[in-house]
């Protein structure tokens, strides 16, 4: 079923036939570069185990994003809710198979995604947590409008890794 719509993306579940095309992304060291940790096969099993209980609980999580010509799976995106700032945020995050880089998709996504947070789940406010050193993950949240509010340290596998905290207001925001 398909959640949200695009010119030439929609963006749909995670289903258990998804496992192959979430192995491409999260077992490739160049898409998790800013994780520094490639997930194991149990990992990914766990990642899309936790995304189909976020939609049972909140309805939504990270989607599969799907491009319509192919059918092909491009990537994932969606939205996430976030607490490591000292308070409960709605988060936009994405993530897409290498190959499939610099095609504007996770833009499209991205953006489609801050639509329906703003529209559907009428949040007045979305952020997007990214890495100092993810240059490319800060040209999508700039982008669809976002600005960088604060620069705060999230600790993952034990690694101090800067991050920036992009945001934007519906208020803000002119579609």
Known sequence: MKIIETERLYLRELNEND??????ILQDKNVMYSWEH???????????????????EYGFGFWA????ISQELVGQCGLMLQDDIGREYIEISYMLKQKFWHNGFATEAANACKN????????SEVYSTIRV?????????????????????????NIEMPHYL?????????E
Do not use: T
Not at 116 to 123: E, I, T
């Open 19 to 24: 496992y192959k095309d979430l192995c491409e």
């Open 133 to 157: 050193n993810n240059i490319s993950s800060q040209k999508v949240a700039e982008r669809i409008g976002m600005k960088i509010d604060n620069v705060f340290l999230k600790y993952y596998k």
């Open 166 to 174: 992009y945001s934007i207001k519906r208020d803000n925001c002119v």
């Open 116 to 123: 329906y947070a703003f529209n559907v789940l009428n949040v």
């Open 38 to 56: 490639v997930f194991s096969d149990e990992e990914i099993k766990d990642w899309l185990n936790k995304q189909r209980e976020r939609y049972k």
């Open 65 to 68: 994003v799907i491009e319509k």
